[in-house]
């Protein structure tokens, strides 16, 4: 079954840009039935999608993030990357790589999260 | 936008008790709602897509009702391991949107 895991640095710098990799086992991000996503979570908070990738490389973006958003995707390593740019404390959250299925419009698989920490 | 709103917000219940939870839409979504689970420090859990369908493995005191506007997670007779957090969700338009959330604590 597919298995999704996050990773990548947990603290970054005001200003900078946050980098998390998504790398999916068990399955094929080349896979025409699903979209890749990530999904933040900020701490005590509720769930924000972020955004999408079909493994063509189209893109599907939330818009209040659209403008500092990069979602991309390396079929040779079979994972996909979020790059979020110009951050501050409002972006500390435990962001979340997931498996949209087409045919059922669900997210299944979830990643297990990964807290990233925004802070000088 | 299509908001999604829960409710209640936050509920204590005791096991053996029937819990209903609502979420609402700003707009139609026809049955295009999703409910998940999560418990601390877990990622969410699907319980329900399709307003109404039950994801395989997932207990069948969890149902799912609605369409249009309006939904309903029912859990029959709440068991110690239901102590979580609700998410309802749309994916019938993007930006795909979450309820708040509905938190069931033990009373």
């Known amino acids: 079954q597919v298995q999704l895991q996050e990773s990548g640095p947990g603290l970054v710098k005001p200003s900078e840009t946050l980098s998390l990799t998504c790398t999916v086992s068990?399955?094929?991000?080349?896979?025409?039935?699903?979209?890749w996503n990530w999904i933040r979570q900020p701490p005590g908070k509720g769930l924000e999608w972020i955004g999408y990738?079909?493994?063509?490389?189209?893109?599907n973006y939330n818009p209040s993030l659209k403008s500092r958003v990069t979602i991309s995707v390396d079929t040779s390593n079979n994972q996909f990357s979020l790059k979020l740019s110009s951050v501050t404390a409002a972006d500390t959250a435990v962001y979340y790589c997931?498996?949209?299925?087409?045919?059922?419009?669900?997210?299944?698989?979830w990643g297990q999260g990964t807290l990233v920490t925004v802070s000088s | 936008d299509i908001q999604m709103t829960q409710s209640p917000s936050s509920l204590s219940a005791s096991v053996g008790d029937r819990v209903i939870i609502t979420c609402r839409a700003s707009?139609?979504?026809?049955?295009?709602l999703n409910w998940y689970q999560q418990k601390p420090g877990k990622a969410p859990k699907l319980l329900i897509y399709?307003?109404?369908s039950l994801q395989s493995g997932v207990p069948s005191r969890f149902s799912g009702s609605g369409s249009g506007t309006d939904f309903t997670l029912t859990i029959s007779s709440l068991q110690p391991e239901d102590f979580a957090t609700y998410y309802c969700?749309?994916?019938?338009?993007?930006?795909?949107?979450f309820g708040q959330g509905t938190k069931v604590e033990i009373k």
């Open positions: 997931a498996s949209y299925d087409g045919s059922g419009y669900f997210f299944r698989p």
């Open positions: 068990g399955g094929s991000v080349s896979s025409g039935s699903y979209y």
């Open positions: 990738i079909y493994y063509s490389g189209s893109t």
């Open positions: 707009q139609s979504i026809y049955s295009y």
């Open positions: 399709a307003a109404s």
């Open positions: 969700q749309q994916t019938y338009s993007t930006p795909w949107t």
